[in-house]
């Protein structure tokens, strides 16, 4: 959070002193994930010194993480009219309305925190605070421009302002700018050599780049200096599950050092929990971080929609506060959802055990805002993870990992702590967020157009070996790469320079960034003839879509479960012919493909048409499977 207030604060003299150092380690507190404890430093600051806007503002945040939104907006409007030349609440209390659902009332703040810095700015064009709020609110107007240009104006002023350089960076970061937001980070670990997480963002975005070996290099680094760190580890154990076969000791050892560092820090567990079969409804718990606009929220909707509601009491167990429309739609669809407290794990323990779930279906592993810790104690009779991550969690009270049996055969079961669970069809189904446009070919070259959607992260050097060598075999290819990535030069370098080193002439590639909505996105589907994999991260989401738009995929089957999802995808469909392990099989099938250019595009409404009517995206087909499952585990439970 913003800490303007609060150096502004400690320069105040004399008799103030021991309500400031109250203040900071209420502050302290509160970074520290003692939210109870924050709170209750700051009932008594408030009540010695009632008219202290950085009393109330710190509340409001408080109680903004651990989920008492009504209650936060209160304090951050007491906040404000304490210190009514401070845009940060009104900025916080528009932030609170979205996560609401209350998008009128958001904008509303955010368009008159605009308008209140402006103000304030031209009597002090040099303020760099109030730039650096400008700039806030005008990234959660979504006016990116505008956004950039008062954070750069703000650090030009303040170089040393580590909170605009975190703004900054993340708001690029989400733009795909990674080599922008590099260097906001790497100014704040210049400014701050400890800072983990911004660290970990460099790291990330090293990833989100595709440069996997370095980002990896950084996150090893920084866990040698700083080995409790949780969100470091977590960003290693997460680059490590997409890196393919050889970096599987590595996550394993690193998951097993975690655990056992966590469990030592932890007092002893309590009991485990009995199994208590309800009369009539098994209670299922989904602990998940990705309950909105993510790949896995869509999943889900599918289990969502369409589970027994006679058999199963489902609730949600929300990990991170999202504000988008599909975080209210999954939530209405639940029999119930609540939002643990940020950084608390024993009242997030508490708040679980009292709900006495048969099952808790874990979905985030180590990827963004996991909670994954939480389950290190046994928090109901069966733990299962589900579609989120790709790799094992190492975790001894995960019991099962749900898979199918072309996402992970037997031959890959030694890579996995848990039992696996297969599902006899496969392991998702897609809900759609709209109606699915028209399959058709717009595509007016007489040559064939290969494309790839996937994110750059997977982009590196094993996909474009398969790649290089479909299009030595197609000369007349071109190739269509859809990524809002792509937007970074650095990155369209790299990846024109290794396939020219390969013998592709640069001319044969097209870059294209995100569309401005799903639809759109979707229609450039009909502008290419057939997607290609990646590897060893294959295409998941992309998998889906491109088949549900009628564009046949070429798969890369690889040795780990994040380079079989593709392979699943196409089993689901019935074409175990589109998948391939080597480049020059794979050239193969993309070559065959296309060798009938008017065909191939001809016959897009018809492959449509067997995949809409596949199960793979049969919802209610997977409802059916998955809650049987979860029922037969509580079964066996109950047998031992």
């Known amino acids: 959070m913003e800490s303007r207030r609060y150096h502004q604060a400690n320069g105040r003299a004399g008799d103030e002193i021991i309500t400031l150092q109250l203040l900071e380690d209420a502050l302290r507190s509160f970074q520290c994930g003692d939210l109870a404890g924050a709170e209750r430093q700051l009932n008594a600051l408030e009540v010695s010194d009632p008219n202290r806007a950085e009393v109330a503002a710190l509340q409001g945040q408080v109680l903004r993480s651990a989920g008492r939104w009504p209650e936060a907006i209160s304090w951050l409007e007491r906040a404000l009219e304490r210190d009514p030349a401070d845009p940060e609440p009104r900025i916080a209390i528009g932030q609170l309305h979205r996560l609401q659902g209350e998008e009128g009332a958001a904008r509303s703040c955010f368009e008159q925190a605009v308008l209140h810095a402006s103000f304030l700015l031209a009597a002090n064009p040099a303020e760099a605070s109030l730039l650096a709020d400008l700039g806030l609110a005008y990234a959660e107007l979504d006016d990116p421009d505008q956004a950039i240009e008062a954070f750069r104006a703000a650090l030009t002023i303040n170089p040393g302002h580590a909170e605009t350089h975190q703004r900054l960076g993340a708001l690029l970061s989400k733009l795909g700018r990674h080599s922008d937001a590099a260097t906001c980070f790497e100014a704040l670990l210049a400014l701050n050599p400890g800072d983990c997480n911004a660290l970990v963002n460099a790291a990330m975005g090293c990833h989100a780049r595709g440069l996997l070996e370095e980002g990896l290099e950084r996150l090893v680094c920084g866990r040698a200096i700083t080995p409790a760190d949780w969100n470091i580890t977590y960003g290693l154990l997460f680059a490590c599950s997409t890196g393919g076969g050889s970096l599987l000791p590595r996550l394993r050892a690193t998951a097993r050092e975690h655990w056992q560092r966590l469990r030592a820090a932890l007092p002893s567990a309590p009991d485990p929990l009995p199994l208590s079969l309800p009369n009539q409804r098994l209670r299922v718990g989904i602990l998940s971080a990705e309950l909105g606009n993510h790949a896995v929220g869509r999943f889900l ?53 009292q709900r006495r779930y048969a099952v808790i279906l874990e979905t985030s592993g180590f990827t963004s805002a996991s909670s994954l810790d939480l389950l290190v104690r046994r928090l109901a009779p069966v733990q299962c993870h589900y579609i989120g991550f790709h790799a094992t969690t190492e975790l001894d009270t995960i019991d099962w990992f749900i898979a199918d049996p072309h996402l992970l055969p037997p031959d890959l079961e030694a890579q996995f702590r848990e039992r ?32 790839s959607f996937n994110q750059v992260a997977k982009l590196r050097a094993e996909t474009l070996r398969f790649w290089a060598e479909a299009l030595r075999q197609v000369p007349l290819a071109r190739l269509l790469v859809k990524d809002k990535c792509t937007i970074d030069p650095a990155v369209r370098q790299r990846i024109t320079s290794f396939l020219e080193a390969e013998g592709i002439d640069p001319s044969r590639l097209d870059f294209e960034l995100y569309s401005p909505s799903w639809s759109a996105h979707m229609e450039v589907y009909n502008r290419v003839d057939v997607a290609l994999d990646a590897t060893p991260w294959s295409s998941a989401t992309t998998a889906f879509e491109a088949l549900a738009m009628g564009v046949p995929l070429v798969a890369i089957r690889g040795n780990v479960l994040a380079a079989r999802m593709s392979t699943a995808v196409l089993a689901g469909l019935g074409e175990p012919g589109w998948v391939a392990a080597t480049p020059e099989a794979f050239a193969r099938i993309a070559a065959d493909l296309v060798a009938d250019l008017p065909g191939c595009r001809s016959r897009k409404p018809n492959l449509q048409r067997r995949a809409l009517a596949s199960p793979l995206f049969d919802a209610a087909d997977l409802a059916d499977h998955l809650g049987q499952a979860l029922m037969a585990m509580v079964e066996e439970r109950t047998r031992q």
């Open 301 to 353: 909707e599918s289990f969502l929609r369409h589970y027994q509601r006679d058999r199963l009491e489902v609730e949600l167990i929300e990990t991170q506060a999202r504000g988008e429309t599909q975080n209210q739609t999954l939530r209405g669809l639940a029999d119930h959802a609540f939002l643990l407290p940020e950084r608390d794990h024993q009242r997030s323990w508490a708040m679980i055990e």
């Open 420 to 451: 696996i669970w297969r599902l006899n069809r496969p392991w998702a189904a897609y809900t759609a967020p709209e109606p699915i446009p028209m399959a058709l070919s717009t595509q007016s070259l007489d040559r064939p157009v290969f494309g």
